[in-house]
Antibody, heavy 124, light 114 residues
Framework: QVHLVESGGGVVQPGRSLRLSCAAS????????MHWVRQAPGKGLEWVAL????????YYADSVKGRFSVSRDNSNNTLYLQMNILRDEDTAVYYC?????????????????WGQGTMVTVSS | DIVMTQSPDSLAVSLGERATINCKSS????????????LAWYQQRPGQPPKLLIY???TRQSGVPDRFSGSGSGTDFVLTISSLQAEDVAIYYC??????????FGQGTRLEIK
């Protein structure tokens, strides 16, 4: 069965850092672009970041550019999101999401597999 | 950025009746070279992550009941549920994947039973 399992969420003070992980299983991780999408409490969906299947291309939402960094380890089927200089408005459930198409180098994609999400709360 | 606007924000439909949700993009999502619309629809039930229903504007994801259908092209798209079931109570989102960054979603449409 295909699965994405996020971890690393928690409560953190503004200005501090947190690293999220996403463990993938049941599919060939290395041929799919992987994304982070977040959802603030009671709000809609916001795309955060994409890392292409081969790790060559990374893209970020303006709201996190310069503070967040996405990476992946294809040998261990894991996606990461390093979040620095956290702000109150970063409070959200963070979903690890799989792109639908294989080997898309730098294009957008629909999302055909979502993890259950990990909650990040930024509060003093 | 491509802005996605859904209407209505909320909708109440009787069981067995048709539900229609609209999605409008600020620019065309039709890619001329392959004649595909880069538009997806998702369902998010309470307490659950979103689930892909439709991609390429009208292709149903595997396992999605055939009462769900997508239509439209260019900038105007529609998600239709032909006969509403109780389990269809959810928030529905459209998403463009024509260009990034950013990939963008509509604000969501809450569907309830009348």
């Amino acid at each position: 069965q295909v699965h994405l399992v996020e971890s690393g969420g928690g409560v953190v003070q503004p200005g501090r850092s947190l690293r999220l992980s996403c463990a993938a299983s049941g599919f060939t991780f290395s041929i799919y672009g992987m994304h982070w999408v977040r959802q603030a409490p009671g709000k809609g969906l916001e795309w955060v970041a994409l890392m292409s299947y081969d790790g060559r291309n990374k893209y970020y939402a303006d709201s996190v550019k310069g503070r967040f960094s996405v990476s992946r380890d294809n040998s261990n089927n894991t996606l990461y999101l390093q979040m620095n200089i956290l702000r109150d408005e970063d409070t959200a459930v963070y979903y690890c999401v799989k792109g639908m198409r294989t080997m898309v180098p730098n294009g957008g994609d629909a999302f055909d597999l979502w993890g259950q999400g990990t909650m990040v709360t930024v509060s003093s | 950025d491509i802005v996605m606007t859904q209407s209505p924000d909320s909708l109440a439909v009787s069981l067995g009746e048709r539900a229609t949700i609209n999605c409008k993009s600020s620019q065309s999502l039709l890619y001329d070279s392959n004649n595909k619309n880069y538009l997806a629809w998702y369902q998010q039930r309470p307490g659950q992550p979103p689930k892909l229903l439709i991609y390429w504007a009208s292709t149903r994801q595997s396992g999605v009941p055939d009462r769900f259908s997508g239509s439209g092209s260019g900038t105007d798209f529609v998600l239709t549920i032909s006969s509403l079931q109780a389990e269809d109570v959810a928030i529905y989102y459209c998403q463009q994947y024509y260009t990034l960054p950013p990939l963008t979603f509509g604000q969501g449409t809450r569907l309830e039973i009348k």
